[in-house]
């Protein structure tokens, strides 16, 4: 029997969408405002699940504090208040879009969770755009 429990989290952070082998034009063309070469900041939300059989000695299927702990220390601390493009060794050479991100928060996480355990990572670009990872 499976349940998956889910924390909630949120960074801001600040990035820009272009590529460095393309003209200017295509990169407007391609990644309109998200091409702003002075960046521009984006709330992000996520959502972090992870699904696995309950242990039947705690009841849980992961302690939700260790949970809370990882995604404040991995990803928090890691991302929030920072420019994604400049100060975030991921991205120094891969675009921070949405998918982006989600793939390098999932990634963070992974080896922190139980093996036997799926992890799922939503992640809102704004209240209405929103990428899921699961691996
Ligand atoms: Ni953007």
Known sequence: MK???SRKAHFNAAHRLYR???EDSKNNEI???C???NFHGHNYEMIVSVT????PETGFVMDMKVLKDLIKVEIEVYLDHKNLNIEVDEFKSLNPTAENIAVVIWKRLRPHIH???ELEVVLYETPRNYVTFSG
């Open 115 to 117: 093996k036997t355990n």
């Open 3 to 5: 349940v998956k429990v």
């Open 20 to 22: 460095k082998d393309w």
């Open 35 to 37: 091409n702003n070469p």
């Open 52 to 55: 696995g059989e309950i242990d």
């Open 31 to 33: 990644f309109g405002k």
